[in-house]
């Protein structure tokens, strides 16, 4: 299948980024509070730490194990109160609470080597073929597939040891077993191609009507059924786009199966109403589906209704929320606005930014969910039936230009901090987590229970442990390879990780070795 090409959005990007501004004046607009921490930095601490936190005659480097701890909060506390015996004063009475929370971001942003401007998204794409030695067994990275599309969303393995792959602006493929791919499969909704990229972030790319999740139906082998999520796009389909003369996009769900290199029996299980489809791009979609063992299923759409705010805490729009169907499309009786009619039913939780990943627990019953905070305040979350994730009231990170996130105050909404759902595990400075599974591979029985989580930004591979619904651990597998977008586990237990790159995606797998 040929993607469209909507040329008026083409031509507007191309009009936008030869008028741009230069990357200082980009950078110094859209990432203030970055700069602005990195100069207060520079000008008042690297005299004793170094401007890349080598250390200098004076004063103690900032990489490597940190005396007084390494966490947000230990760091934080260091700046604040200082250690006057050592020689480090207390800048309490200098700096503002806000501007310590950007120091310390910066001091954590830098020794993570995470980068807000590129993202990290030219580095180079080198898979290493020693072996990864990690607290419990070790492995190696095996290559799949290396001449995939730069921007690879999703992969589905398939019984046979074949894997499903999701290109979001060209289509769905079918690797085999030995890395071979197949052409575009024919007949599945359309992807779009018109995208463009900021200056200022080149990893972000801007564009609507994109491919995302894909995965079997749990009785796939007896159904077939095959679950595709993509942003659905129409032109004068509604007032909003006859006005604008543009696009307009929503999140979709629908099902099919493949027979033969085609998309076939296609039916929609979600669809929002025409008129709620916005203006606003991809790049916050979330796009993550999940089943439960009770044969419903779970998607996720992020601000899609317009900028940081609107629509998020508005139980009448889609946007920000984990939405739970029956596997049919129809609405469980047990949702928690299922008998309501004045809102989206389909809701089942609320207050979500950017979700990234998405996955059931089978084994405890319950449903977990990951997502991009702004400047820290990346989430790992338990996500009960009804509740609040905070967006855009609350948020353990601070915005770009410095500020906290306090959005409800210009939304006119009150609230109490206990009634925001707190995340299981903060993870700031923010690595852009992505997708993860968690484990229950008998290749890797040491790892059972943990969430294999992969990160865009830091691009690492991270096993987080928890355990009674709390945070244990963090160890990360590996870092600074290449953007994880998805991790996924096969049939045989193998775990499958997609990585995105502007020279081809690429699909590696983790080979245990000698234990």
Not at 23 to 41: C, D, H, K, M, W
Not at 44 to 59: D, I, K, S, T
Not at 105 to 133: C, H, K, M, Q, W
Request: net charge negative.
């Amino acid at each position: 299948m040929k993607p469209k090409l909507f040329v008026s959005a083409f031509i507007l990007a191309a009009i936008f980024l030869l008028s741009a501004p230069s990357f200082a004046q980009v950078e110094s607009a859209a990432y203030s509070g970055i700069t602005e921490s990195r100069n207060l930095f520079r000008e008042n601490c690297a005299v004793c730490h170094g401007e890349n936190l080598e250390g200098a005659p004076q004063g103690s480097p900032l990489r490597g194990d940190l005396s007084h701890g390494e966490s947000m909060s230990d760091i934080t506390a260091s700046i604040t109160n200082g250690y006057e015996p050592a020689g480090m004063p207390a800048w309490r009475d200098i700096f503002s609470p806000v501007e310590i929370k950007g120091i310390a971001l910066y001091v954590l942003e830098t020794r993570a080597n995470v980068g807000y401007v590129t993202s990290n998204y030219d580095a180079p794409l080198l898979i290493p073929d020693n072996v990864f030695e990690t607290e419990s067994l070790n492995f190696r990275l095996d290559t799949l597939i290396d001449d995939l599309d730069p921007l690879p969303f999703s992969i589905a393995p398939l019984p046979d040891g074949s894997l499903l792959v999701t290109e979001k602006t060209r289509g769905l493929r079918i690797v085999s077993p030995d890395g071979q791919k197949s052409e575009l499969i024919e007949g599945t909704p359309d992807a779009f191609d018109d995208i463009y990229r900021l200056e200022s972030r080149i990893d972000i790319e801007r564009g609507m009507g994109w491919l995302f999740d894909i995965l079997l139906h749990p009785n796939y082998e007896e159904n077939g059924w095959i679950y595709l999520y993509h942003s659905h796009r129409c032109e004068d389909c509604n007032d909003l786009s006859r006005e604008r003369e543009r696009p307009v996009s929503m999140n979709r769900l629908v099902r099919g199966r493949i027979e033969n290199g085609a998309w076939i029996d296609e039916q929609i299980i979600w669809q929002a109403p025409i008129e709620d489809y916005g203006l606003a791009g991809d790049i916050g979609a979330g796009g993550r589906v999940a089943f439960d063992n009770f044969g419903h299923v779970y998607f996720t759409i992020g601000m899609k209704c317009g900028g940081n705010a609107s629509g998020i805490q508005d139980l009448t729009t889609p946007c920000g929320k984990i939405h739970r169907v029956n596997d049919d499309g129809s609405i469980p009786i047990d949702n928690p606005f299922a008998h309501r009619s004045d809102v989206y039913r389909s809701i089942y939780t609320y207050g979500h930014r950017s979700p990234q990943g998405l996955e059931f627990d089978a084994a405890n019953g319950e449903l977990w969910g990951s997502e991009h905070g702004p400047r820290g305040g990346d989430e790992i979350n338990l996500l009960r039936p009804g509740a609040n994730y905070g967006w855009p009231l609350y948020s353990l990170g601070i915005d770009y230009d410095g500020t906290p996130v306090e959005y409800g105050k210009d939304l006119g909404i009150a609230f109490e901090l206990s009634d925001i759902e707190q995340p299981v595990v903060d993870l700031t400075p923010s690595p852009a987590v992505s997708s993860f599974i968690i484990a229950n591979s008998e290749q890797f029985p040491e790892w059972r229970g943990d969430f294999i989580v992969g990160s865009l930004k830091a691009r690492s591979l991270f096993r987080i442990t928890i355990e009674n619904n709390s945070f244990v651990s963090r160890e990360t597998l590996f870092e600074g390879i290449g953007r994880v977008r998805d991790v996924e586990q096969g049939y045989d237990g193998t775990i499958y990780v997609l990585f995105e790159h502007n020279a081809g995606g690429q699909i590696v797998r983790l080979i245990p070795q000698n234990r």
